[in-house]
């Protein structure tokens, strides 16, 4: 039998989650039955798409309940298998959340070649964040040759690929991130621009980056930076959505003024293409093509990474907190047990 | 020689529009030269969208100069000709503007078929307003059968083309009006819902009339029936933004709380599709498709429309006002000389 230290939510988290919201249990699993198997986690994967599931508030994914493991993509070692899909020693893709072991069926996983890239990779760049990025841009954003992408977020997982992608679409890439040691990486990665938004010119940096307009705006954190992109969208621009990290904690509509009739007004009067999605809508069409092309794009060099690798489960809720105040800097993931 | 009157713009409205904003002159138009024609105006059309042009902002179109002229689709008389593209007595589509005569190129107006349908027809549901409707339901708002379509402004020539078109289509149709005898009429015109949007009950009657949600909302009105819509809208809701009369006029941004959070975070969720267009974007693909269907659908009774005609040009400035007030009933059009 195999103790699993897990991490519970205990309650909703009202604005920014804090330590009573989370709560630490052990458990003693099961024995397997036929088409199970016992995972070990390696690496848990901290996304901002938790904090919506942690509300009881409508999404695009049922909420969690009080008490269950906080929901997450996992990269596992099978210890027992009672399955012939994988055996003992093997590297799998699961989503068993925030614990040390789990139990799962054979459909609940993925056996990954654990020699193609780091292990922590499938969390990010080749995993979930890398495929919104790949879908969304390719799909919704569409960049042309010559025309000019922007995103913010723009050293996490999400918008780093973002990035490099158009650059290799021909596009040019407007990265906007938090504070010097970011706007740095984002050189490094290739970007035509990088932009601390934190800065006091920042309005003033945007446009002098975006001096033909914005034909791409890849909306993954909302809030101010959003507010200073509008005006600077072009006609026919397109905003793919998929993600608002600046609001996920937000407890009430702000105060005044009431900035949606201009959002409404620039849809109109520039043609726009707002669109929310998540990953999950364009998996089965997309996935072919994105495992043929973002390995090769890392292999080759033409897309690169920034991990944020926190060692041990129980730092999950302070790490998960940080990062929805930008803290983190790459795709934070938790080294629950050793590779 | 011919004298032409016309009602030129002779400041920039702050807010409502006003009859100061106007003025009334009268010239003497020049000889014809060589590919001109003389037209004599017999309707003009009035529309939103003039509102936006008399503002210096930036929009899809090119604002008015103070002393231009206003702007609008007519229907004219060929009075004299020297070009081989239209005699006189031919019925033409113009785009002379708020004045009784005017010389245009022969580059700048087509030849109608008076016998086809009424002449007003070809300002509204034969027209710009109806192949707004016709671009942006088909290629936009995508309604598909048993899935429901919402529109405000539904007896307006735009809205009352939206929901008459799905229905077509078959997908069922919820027009939303202001005050009982738009709602008798949108029950005359088959939507399967006709809401008074004036009714303190609006939000319950919008609820009961959408059990299973709404899949496109075409957009043309903007403000309080928008913010009543958008908790309604499925997964996957598509929204044509056409024109927002209700906030044309406004001359800063309302007082929070902010709702642009809680409209980003819909499309988050709900994988919102929100789209602006201008009718011709689509003009080149889609008009032989318009001029097929729409002709034959308005013929064989499947399409009824609302006119609401004013006589006389120099009622333009107060009729137009009262349209973006939401006064009048159906298409407005003035009747600038007898037929």
Same mark, same amino acid.
């Given at each position: 039998m195999t103790d699993s230290t897990r991490i519970a939510l205990a309650s909703r988290p009202h604005g920014e989650p804090t330590a009573d919201d989370f709560r630490t249990e052990t458990r003693t699993l099961p024995a397997l039955a036929d088409g199970q198997v016992l995972l070990r986690t390696i690496y848990l994967s901290l996304d901002p798409y938790m904090r919506g599931r942690m509300s009881d508030a409508k999404?695009?994914?049922?909420?969690?309940?009080?008490?269950?493991?906080?929901?997450? /993509?996992?990269v596992c070692e099978v210890m027992e298998s009672r399955s012939d899909r994988a055996q003992p020693g093997d590297i799998v893709l699961a989503y068993t959340g925030w614990q040390t072991h789990d139990i799962v069926s054979e459909r609940h996983f993925r056996v990954l070649d654990p020699d193609a890239a780091p292990l922590s990779a499938w969390l990010g760049v080749l995993g979930m964040p890398g495929?919104? %990025?790949?879908?969304?841009?390719?799909?919704? /954003?569409?960049? #042309?040759p010559g025309e000019t992408?922007?995103?913010?977020?723009?050293? /996490?997982?999400?918008?780093?690929?973002?990035? #490099?992608? %158009?650059?290799?679409?021909?596009?040019?890439?407007v990265g906007i991130a938090g504070g010097n040691q970011?706007?740095?990486w984002l050189r490094e990665a290739g970007f035509d621009a990088a932009l601390d938004h934190r800065s006091p010119s920042f309005a003033h940096d945007l446009a002098d980056a975006s001096e033909d307009g914005i034909d791409v705006y890849f909306e993954n954190v909302g809030g101010a930076v959003w507010n200073e992109v509008l005006p600077r969208l072009n006609k026919f621009a397109r905003v793919p959505v998929c993600g608002l990290v600046s609001q996920y904690n937000a407890t009430s509509a702000p105060t005044g003024p009431d900035l949606q009739p201009r959002l409404m007004s620039a849809v109109l009067t520039k043609s726009l293409l707002i669109r929310g999605f998540i990953q999950d809508e364009f998996w089965q069409e997309m996935r072919e093509d994105f495992f043929r092309d973002m390995p090769a794009w890392v292999r080759d060099g033409k897309i690169i990474y920034q991990e944020d690798i926190v060692d041990g489960l129980e730092n999950?809720?302070?790490? !998960?907190?940080?990062?929805?105040?930008?803290?983190? !800097?790459?795709k934070l993931v938790i080294r629950v047990g050793e590779e």
């Open positions: 999404s695009y994914a049922e909420p969690m309940e009080i008490g269950d493991t906080v929901v997450g /993509g996992t495929f919104t %990025a790949y879908a969304g841009l390719l799909k919704i /954003g569409r960049p #042309q992408v922007a995103v913010a977020a723009a050293t /996490g997982p999400v918008g780093s690929a973002v990035g #490099q992608i %158009a650059r290799i679409k021909g596009a040019r890439a970011k706007v740095e999950a809720p302070a790490a !998960f907190a940080n990062m929805l105040r930008g803290g983190n !800097f790459g």
